[in-house]
């Protein structure tokens, strides 16, 4: 499977969600400048939608939500620009600095996210970030 991640400027319920890859989405799997590292909304906005435009496995707000679940309490990574850095939280945890450090308490769904429930648009294929084997 791979290390899905979804782009939101803002954080909380009412953050705007820029979309999300279904591929590398960990920190250290983005070469984009300024996708981790931005400084103003404006670059990360770009960034983000650089990153979109180059991966086979991304989906755009107007494809809708990939994911099955309502929200990115179960996506890998969520990243968030909000306050003049990016913030990233995993699976829900405690948001943190994707530069500097790790994520924590991996249990603990802490972070809040919008609902998606009413956008979503399920990916299969390259979107969706599944392996299925076959024998």
């Known amino acids: 499977m791979g290390t899905r991640a979804d782009f939101y400027v803002g954080r909380g319920k009412n953050a705007e969600w820029l979309g999300s890859v279904a591929w590398d989405g960990h920190p250290g799997g983005f070469d ?3 996708l981790m590292d931005a400084t103003d ?3 990360f906005r770009a960034a ?4 979109l435009a180059s991966r086979d496995d991304a989906t755009t707000v107007e494809i809708g939500w990939p994911w099955p679940w309502k ?4 996506t890998d990574y ?3 620009f ?3 850095t990016v913030h990233a939280a995993a699976f829900g945890s405690s ?3 994707p530069r500097e450090e790790e994520p924590e308490d991996l249990d603990e769904h802490v972070a809040e996210f ?3 429930a009413e956008r979503k648009s399920v990916a299969s294929g390259a979107r969706s970030g599944l392996l299925v084997v076959g024998s």
């Open 41 to 43: 909304e404006e670059g």
């Open 71 to 74: 929200d990115s309490h179960s």
């Open 32 to 34: 984009r400048q300024g």
């Open 82 to 84: 909000e306050g003049g």
């Open 114 to 116: 919008p609902n998606m």
């Open 78 to 80: 969520a990243y968030a």
């Open 95 to 97: 948001w943190f600095n």
């Open 48 to 51: 983000v939608a650089a990153e």
